[in-house]
């Protein structure tokens, strides 16, 4: 017998993912789409869908050309040069308690992000003016720039409305100099979870394209069932044999356990969370666990919300909502942002269906996600007091205690 390939569990490099022989589920033919184009994208996803391994694959391609992509399907399509790229995690400024705090750690992000392109700071007291500067200097086309966790910084400081201010306008006039400047950007990529309307990113129809609803790139992050089937056939006998299932019985429960988020307004398309897979596929003998509530499944973004908002009641999703699309496709500030809205881009609840034009129905993906809700509002209820006897607060308990 041959060794199995390594399970990607926790890697979100490309390259050394490659390197390692790890197992690599191709989707490369909608990163080829991307990427021949000339334009600026945002992709909104949850947690643990991998969106850090998606940016290090633009980042790979496009500063290394097909090094990395040996046998994938983009080795037979890409043509394109390579590019100096600018890769910036704005998860790494996330931590601070004021706002000169964050702008010292912005601007020591941004520096360094763009010295590796070639960037050398004046040592004026503004970096982003610097940049622009360098940007305009620049022959068109010639930058790729990718950003993961736009929203970071932001959702770090959601309790603070003054220092949430200042964080906003640092962040906007980023963006906004990187739009006026924008005839050096060949490719420019964000992510994030939320999609917040007062950063400036989403100002103007040609500014970035929001390809997070689109069917097209649906499946993008996350594994098919076909997928599921064919990258991972060797580890899914071994769960059977180890779990003493029918290989239809391990499939079904996997469904249900793992399956359902859909990220395509039309409904057609489903994914499973990739943290959730690799995790019971490497240890299956422990059955199916809840790995998204563990491994971060409680956002700083709901975190806060739900501590300075009404909570609603989770049952109220026990059988799906309707929810306007608009309400979902476009940016919303904070304050304004429905309970389920939120849920929904934290990956706690998804579209079930399509119901007609302007309405979408939407519910929990999976049984882990139902699970994990009650296990979220169960922490919430208790560090609020709540009366245990109360039937939301018994359902919630009930839930968190089958974790």
Not at 147 to 162: G, K, Q
Not at 341 to 364: A, D, E, F, N
Request: aromatic fraction near 12%; include cysteine; glycine fraction near 6%.
């Amino acid at each position: 017998m041959t060794a199995m390939q390594q399970l990607p569990l926790g890697q979100s490099g490309f390259s050394a993912l490659r390197l390692s022989n790890a197992v690599y589920v191709d989707k490369t033919l909608m990163i080829n789409e991307l990427a021949r184009n000339v334009g600026k994208f945002f992709l909104a996803r949850p947690r643990r869908f991998g969106k850090s391994l998606l940016i290090s694959t633009f980042e790979s391609l496009f500063a290394d050309g097909l090094t990395q992509f040996k046998g994938l399907a983009i080795e037979k399509l890409w043509t394109d040069q390579t590019y100096p790229v600018v890769r910036l995690d704005f998860s790494q400024a996330k931590e601070f308690a004021s706002a000169e705090e964050f702008v010292c750690k912005f601007k020591t992000l941004l520096a360094a992000g763009f010295r590796k392109a070639g960037f050398s700071p004046s040592g004026t007291e503004s970096v982003v003016a610097d940049i622009a500067d360098w940007l305009e200097r620049l022959a068109p086309c010639s930058l790729v720039v990718l950003i993961d966790e736009y929203d970071s910084p932001l959702t770090a400081c959601l309790d603070n409305a003054d220092l949430f201010e200042s964080v906003r306008l640092a962040l906007s006039d980023f963006y906004l100099m990187l739009k006026s400047c924008d005839k050096a950007l060949r490719f420019l990529f964000l992510t994030g979870i939320t999609k917040y309307s007062s950063t400036n990113i989403f100002s103007g129809l040609n500014n970035v394209t929001d390809i997070s609803l689109e069917p097209a790139y649906g499946t993008l992050l996350g594994y098919t069932q076909k997928e599921i089937e064919i990258y991972f056939a060797d580890y899914l006998s071994k769960a059977a044999q180890v779990l003493n299932l029918e290989q239809e019985e391990l499939l079904s429960e996997l469904r249900d356990n793992y399956n359902g988020f859909c990220f395509d307004q039309l409904a057609q398309t489903s994914v499973y969370c990739p943290w959730s897979v690799l995790s019971f596929l490497r240890t299956p003998a422990v059955g199916f666990e809840n790995y998204w509530y563990v491994s971060g499944g409680h956002p700083t973004v709901l975190l806060n919300y739900m501590s300075d908002h009404r909570l609603g009641d989770p049952r109220s999703f026990n059988e799906p909502v309707v929810i306007k699309l608009e309400s979902l496709a476009s940016p919303q500030s904070y304050n304004d942002m429905a309970p389920e809205v939120l849920l929904t881009q934290t990956g706690y609840l998804t579209i079930k269906k399509r119901l007609s034009r302007v309405h979408l129905l939407i519910g929990y993906p999976n049984q882990e996600l139902y699970l994990s809700m009650g296990r979220l509002y169960a922490g919430e209820l208790l560090r609020r007091g709540q009366d245990v006897n109360d039937p939301l607060a018994f359902w919630t308990l009930s839930l968190a205690e089958e974790n």
